[in-house]
């Protein structure tokens, strides 16, 4: 079965400063995705951010980047220019390519706190 | 163009009482899925519905909890006799088609926070 493991419980930035959150994660599968959602206090789970593990570049949204190592089994989001708004709950996910496959497997979580 | 809507926010429930937690999902999506989350954890999954149908419970607990998604409404999902352990928070995610579409990232409601007193 697959697991995913974020070990940074919480994690603290200064505003504008750049963070990156760990994750990796245990499976025997070839082609799967990873997400990165974000859920701020409204509890709304956000996507942030996706990666396709057959696709050898990082993917980029705007200041959110990751760094995803195959191999490793590593999946780390790297938040550039932190600011207020980015202070949340931060879950890595993931979910098999094949299609009767389709639960998202969720990492524990960490906290970001952003100061000011 | 509203999206995932779960209500109530929040649920307090007594230890024994009936919880139902609805999810209206996104306008033209058939396909749901629920979430548990419970304290200081990622989500876990729970069950898949089509319209009329339940396509996967197996991560359902056997007793107490049950899920339906009517031909008109909302998903529900019933949980009787509630007990402490049952405090989490419940998340829906609608898809258009098949689970195949959640490989972009699920679109997810806001949830329901229950607690049992």
């Known amino acids: 079965a697959q697991t995913v493991t974020q070990s940074q419980p919480e994690m603290s930035v200064q505003e504008a400063e750049t963070v990156t959150l760990s994750c990796t994660y245990d499976t025997s599968e070839s082609d799967y995705y990873l997400f990165w959602y974000k859920q701020p206090p409204s509890r709304q789970m956000i996507l942030v951010i996706r990666?396709?593990?057959?696709k050898q570049q990082n993917a980029t949204e705007n200041r959110f980047s990751v760094n995803f190592q195959k191999a490793a089994k590593s999946f780390s989001l790297k938040i550039s220019d932190s600011q207020l708004g980015d202070a949340a709950m931060y879950f890595c996910?993931?979910?098999?390519?094949?299609?009767?496959?389709?639960?998202?497997?969720w990492g524990a979580g960490t906290k970001l706190i952003i100061k000011p | 163009n509203a999206g995932v809507m779960q209500n109530p926010r929040h649920l307090v429930r007594r230890r024994g009482q009936e919880a139902r937690l609805r999810c209206s999902p996104m306008k033209g999506h058939s396909h749901v899925y629920w979430y548990r989350q419970l304290p200081e954890e990622g989500l876990k999954f729970m069950v898949y519905?089509?319209?009329?149908?339940?396509?996967?419970e197996s991560g359902m607990p056997k007793e107490r909890f049950s899920a339906e998604f009517p031909k008109e409404g909302p998903s529900i999902l019933r949980i009787q006799q509630v007990v402490r352990g049952d405090s989490a928070a419940y998340f829906c995610a609608s898809s258009p088609t098949g689970p195949r579409v959640g490989i972009y990232g699920y679109t997810f409601g806001s949830g329901t926070r229950l607690t049992v007193v």
């Open positions: 519905l089509q319209k009329e149908n339940i396509i996967d």
């Open positions: 996910a993931y979910r098999s390519a094949t299609d009767s496959n389709y639960q998202l497997i």
């Open positions: 990666q396709e593990a057959y």
